[in-house]
């Protein structure tokens, strides 16, 4: 099992910064991609951004120019820098883990809250 962590979401004004972040644990072999994904009210769930074990990062076209996924792999971490927050990225953001193994698993955590006030 992996249990995950999030810590750093707020309150914040409209074109400031916040950073997230999101430790793995637990019982596991190997975690592949983790990242970031938001559900605002009354939508669906949405990729903010995932990152490989390798580095390799992908973004969701909102946030693209303003988000920066990294990783550290030696303590299983993923953070996630916001700058230039606008009111519609308020959203609950929860943390996305995939281990590997031969039927892959999504982990997820319980999610942190992000506001941005205008």
């Known amino acids: 099992q992996v249990q995950l962590v999030e810590s750093g979401g707020g309150l914040v004004q409209a074109g400031g910064s916040l950073r997230l972040s999101c430790a793995a644990s637990g019982n596991f072999r190997v975690i592949n991609a983790m990242g970031w994904y938001r559900q605002a009210p009354g939508k669906q769930r949405e990729l903010v951004a995932d990152i490989t074990s390798g580095g390799t990062s992908n973004y969701g076209d909102s946030v693209k120019g303003r988000f920066t996924i990294s990783r550290d792999n030696a303590k299983n971490t993923v953070y996630l820098q916001m700058n230039s927050l606008k009111p519609e990225d308020t959203a609950v953001y929860y943390c996305?883990?995939?281990?590997?193994?031969?039927?892959?698993?999504?982990?997820w955590g319980q999610g942190t809250r992000v506001t941005v006030s205008s």
């Open positions: 996305n883990a995939v281990e590997e193994r031969l039927q892959p698993i999504d982990w």
